[in-house]
């Protein structure tokens, strides 16, 4: 079946790059979208379509693809920024669409 | 604003059924799927499936097949997502996010969700 790729973790200082990777063998067919998700709350969309931002993001959020390799990057970090990142990304190799998410990836602002 | 509001929490017993609502406002409620997804504590989000609620189709993944449906009642713009045989396993919050997608057949555009509720609290104890 398909899967997603992420780190567990990744840990940046205020105002520094965050960098969270997510891998999978059918990114370079489908896009990837990015869910961020702050404790006790629900996922919020923060990239859609690869590098797409929607309405209300902040442009220190962008997204970038490669490969079998997609990249969601967060620019002079903020403390608010501290969360799970999840990538996201759909498998059209059955008779319907399937969801796949990566396992999560923790953002900690040190 | 666009908006999809949740039932309340739940409490079940093993081998019980449980039925979630997600009452959507703001938005054409037959124009997007809505898809159910869950994360147990701790634990990172699950895609349970998705409904069409403008034709009923629905899309379950493979480890709920046979224990999951999805419903709606278009009159009152509400999906629904019933779990049986539940085991404490089951115990997680569930969520219903609307689903932004174009799909032709089998050939997949995009498939995202832009608008979550707040989650459902479901606990499966004796």
């Known amino acids: 079946s398909y899967e997603l790729t992420q780190p567990p973790s990744v840990s940046v200082s205020p105002g520094q790059t965050a960098r969270i990777t997510c891998s999978g063998d059918?990114?370079?067919?489908?896009?990837a979208y990015w869910y961020q998700q702050k404790p006790g709350q629900a996922p919020v969309l923060v990239i859609y379509?690869?590098?797409e931002r929607p309405s209300g993001i902040p442009e220190r959020f962008s997204g970038s693809s490669s490969g079998t390799t997609v990249t969601l990057t967060i620019s002079g970090v903020q403390a608010e920024d501290e969360a799970d990142y999840y990538c996201q990304s759909a498998d059209s190799s059955g008779t319907y669409p399937r969801v796949v998410f990566g396992g999560g990836t923790k953002l900690t602002v040190l | 604003q666009v908006q999809l509001v949740q039932s309340g929490a739940e409490v079940k017993k093993p081998g019980a059924s449980v039925k979630v609502s997600c009452k959507a406002s703001g938005y054409t409620f037959t124009s997007y799927d809505i898809n159910w997804v869950r994360q147990a504590t701790g634990q990172g989000l699950e895609w349970m499936g998705w409904m069409n609620p403008n034709s009923g189709n629905t899309g379950y993944a493979q480890k709920f097949q046979g224990r999951v449906t999805m419903t709606r009642n278009t009159s009152i713009s509400t999906a629904y997502m019933e779990l049986s045989s539940l085991r404490s396993e089951d115990t997680a919050v569930y969520y219903c996010a609307r689903g932004d997608t174009m799909v032709q057949g089998v050939i997949i555009s995009y498939y995202y969700m832009d608008v979550w509720g707040k989650g459902t609290t479901v606990t499966v104890s004796s």
């Open positions: 059918a990114l370079p067919k489908q896009y």
């Open positions: 379509k690869d590098s």
